[in-house]
Structures are given as structure tokens and as C-alpha cells.
């Protein structure tokens, strides 16, 4: 019998044929699997990138129906006599706002009282009331603790009265620096601040100004 002369024997050439028909007779069986394999790959790929593009859609969805707030509101401050903090942009968002720098011991501190009064009527149509109080003209106690008794007990604000800040120059609170920017920085206590829902009308009222006479109110409505 002849076989390769490149193999040494008769057994070796029996032995590597054996092992070559093996080979082919493995290979076919995992064949295959390696076909199923590759199935299975590619259908999880392709679940895994549908679930993506769903996850991408519904938080894209959840986003746009949330209102954002102006972008100077962008602020967390702590309340007044409180270590609670409140998030300046969860209150005011998609809502205008009455913003005003106040002292307890000026002249224009009755103006709390009818502060009040614009509070509880427009809060339900979306406006935000928010105190500053401020030593800037050296008539605010130097204790939270006194301030917000006279805001508190004396006056009976019930609208957001945040812990003291400065209202002007280089110091002032971001805030205060871009109404400042907007319109004009505060020159005594109790200057009155409107900005409507989407900040693109800013209007100032000096402290003279009452919040409940016929010029203020309609600068309210005019904004809501």
C-alpha cells in the first residue's frame, strides 16, 4: 500500500488522516453552535440598543415638560432664622416674581404689611413674593433671630423671607447684581423688583412706590 512519502509510516499516515477526519467532523458539529451563538449576539445587541433609545426618549420627554427657571435664579438660600434651604429655581419657576430688599427698622417697613396683601392676592395667579433683608443702609438688626420676629410676629409675613444679603456694589448678591444690571441697584431699603415669568420684562419701583397703589398693581397685572 503507498501512502506520502512525507509520512514515516503507515500508522502515522492512519493516525493524522483519523485526526484530520475528526477535525472536520468537529468542526461541523460546532458549526452550528457558533451560528446560534452568533444569533443570540446579535439579538441582544439589538434588544439592548431598542431599550437604550427608549430610556434616551422618555427621560428627553420628561425634560421638556419640566419648566426651567431664569437663569440668575439659579440660587440656594438659606431662610430666614432657618437652617432650612430653599431652591430658588424649584419656587420660581415658569412663575413671575416680586423681589424686594427690606430692613425692619426703616421708614418703609409698614410696607410689609401690604407686601402681604399683594402675596395672598396674586400667589394663586403665579407670583413669587421674596424678601431680602439687608443691612446696606444700617437699619436691619444684626440678629435673624430679631428680624424675623418683626417680619414674623409684627407684620405676619407669611411669604418667603430669605437670610440677610448685600443688595449693592461689589458685594451684592448675584442676584441683586444682575437686576442691578437690568434696571438699577437698590438705593434705600424696600426697593421693589417685578420680573415676569420668562425675564424678559424687569421693572423697579423705589421705595416711595406703594405695593398696594394703582401704578404697582398694574404693573403686576401687565406681567402675569
Given at each position: 500500500m503507498h501512502y506520502p512519502t512525507h509520512y514515516q509510516s503507515y500508522g502515522q499516515f492512519l493516525c493524522l488522516s483519523n485526526y484530520d477526519?475528526?477535525?472536520?467532523?468537529?468542526?461541523?458539529k460546532r458549526k452550528p453552535m457558533r451560528n446560534l451563538t452568533l444569533i443570540t449576539i446579535i439579538a441582544l445587541t439589538s434588544f439592548a440598543v431598542k431599550a437604550q433609545n427608549d430610556v434616551g426618549q422618555t427621560q428627553s420627554e420628561?425634560?421638556?415638560?419640566?419648566?426651567?427657571?431664569?437663569?440668575?435664579?439659579?440660587?440656594?438660600?438659606?431662610?430666614?432664622?432657618a437652617k432650612e434651604k430653599l431652591d430658588l429655581c424649584q419656587l420660581t419657576a415658569g412663575k413671575a416674581i416680586l423681589i424686594v430688599n427690606t430692613a425692619s427698622h426703616c421708614g418703609f417697613a409698614p410696607q410689609f404689611k401690604t407686601l402681604e396683601s399683594i402675596h395672598k392676592e396674586y400667589k394663586s395667579q403665579g407670583l413669587v413674593v421674596i424678601g431680602f433683608p439687608s443691612n446696606d443702609f444700617f437699619q436691619e438688626e444684626d440678629n435673624e433671630k430679631d428680624t424675623a420676629e418683626i417680619c414674623f410676629v409684627n407684620y405676619g409675613v407669611t411669604f418667603t423671607m430669605l437670610s440677610p444679603v448685600h443688595v449693592y456694589g461689589s458685594e451684592a448678591h448675584p442676584i441683586f447684581k444682575k437686576l442691578a444690571d437690568k434696571t438699577t441697584a437698590p438705593k434705600w431699603n424696600f426697593y421693589k423688583y417685578l420680573v415676569s415669568a420668562d425675564g424678559k420684562t424687569v421693572k423697579h419701583f423705589n421705595s416711595r412706590v406703594k405695593p398696594d397703589s394703582a401704578e404697582f398693581t398694574n404693573a403686576i397685572n401687565e406681567i402675569l
Open positions: 477526519n475528526m477535525s472536520v467532523a468537529t468542526a461541523q420628561y425634560v421638556e415638560s419640566t419648566p426651567s427657571c431664569l437663569a440668575f435664579m439659579q440660587h440656594s438660600e438659606k431662610k430666614l432664622h
